[in-house]
């Protein structure tokens, strides 16, 4: 009898593991046949990213991408391409999560949020064991791959474009160091006093049109080095460009940044003399 007992005590208990372990599994286990995202990359018209009570927000006009807040100014689209790639790249299995096991996944508060157009994406811890992060959009827990949220904590500086002017201006005018370069009724340039070429003229304003920064960070007054003042289809510029130890950097102070280039770009952005020797240009 005491037998008998025995084992129906260790077959209720084995029936209650049994329970118990089905019921996590059921938990744990990730559901098959759920999108990540219905949304396409090609539909998205708007972005909002939220990370340590900074908001930065972008907006498509055309094709093209702008960052709206903190400041106004072009986005590097291929960051920003980088960014919506997350809508191809989640997977079709998701997780059944409860509200109170948000913590546990780094949810509550989360450590970033992204909004593309009105779906939100938080993005918690990552998975000790596929190396990959919990992602919460749609009240579905999915893993993805961990490379999504460097790119939306790096800060609007490195989300904007890193040339000195809008994609479509056009430089008419510049004046640096007392000397103007310009274009004359036939829409070559000039310079007052040097006898420089109008294609060396050219080789000097393209540097300035296109030359690109390799990092931007925040600028304040009293700024110095050279004033630059330029003319361009987007308006007026004043620029100041100054070299360092390490970088060269134009101001602009009209938006409070600093664009840095390597050193060697000084002699090129700041003396176009050199370019009636068909020096290389710097970037």
Do not use: C
């Not at 219905?38 to 909002?48: F, H, N, Y």
């Not at 101001?251 to 370019?275: E, H, K, M, T, V």
Request: charged residues 20%; proline residues 4%; without cysteine.
């Amino acid at each position: 009898m005491f037998s008998s007992r025995l084992f129906l005590n260790l077959g209720l208990f084995t029936g209650i593991i049994i329970l118990a372990l089905t019921a996590y599994s059921i938990n744990q286990v990730p559901e098959k046949n759920s999108a990540f995202s219905q949304l396409e990359i090609a539909d998205v018209a708007e972005i909002k990213i939220q990370h340590q009570n900074k908001a930065i927000s972008l907006e498509k006009n055309n094709k093209n991408w702008l960052i709206t807040q903190p400041i106004k100014i072009e986005a590097d689209e291929f960051r920003i391409q980088s960014i919506l790639n997350i809508l191809s790249s989640g997977s079709d299995k998701f997780y059944n999560v409860d509200k109170e096991d948000l913590k546990k996944y780094s949810l509550d508060p989360p450590a970033a949020s992204l909004q593309l157009n009105t779906q939100t994406f938080l993005f918690g811890t990552t998975s000790a064991i596929e190396k990959k992060r919990y992602i919460l959009t749609n009240n579905k827990l999915f893993l993805v791959d961990d490379t999504f949220l460097p790119l939306i904590t790096s800060g609007y500086k490195n989300l904007m474009r890193r040339q000195l002017f809008p994609a479509d201006a056009k430089i008419s005018e510049i004046r640096i160091n007392n000397q103007r370069i310009y274009k004359n009724e036939n829409g070559s340039w000039i310079n007052d006093e040097n006898n420089i070429s109008a294609d060396d003229l050219k080789r000097y304003i393209d540097n300035w049109q296109h030359i690109q920064a390799y990092a931007v960070s925040t600028a304040s007054p009293p700024y110095s080095g050279n004033r630059i003042e330029l003319k361009t289809s987007h308006g007026n510029f004043t620029l100041h460009l100054y070299k360092t130890e390490h970088n060269t950097q134009v101001i602009n102070p009209a938006l409070g940044l600093s664009y840095q280039f390597d050193i060697s770009a000084f002699d090129s952005l700041s003396d176009f003399s050199r370019f009636s020797q068909n020096e290389p240009l710097s970037n």
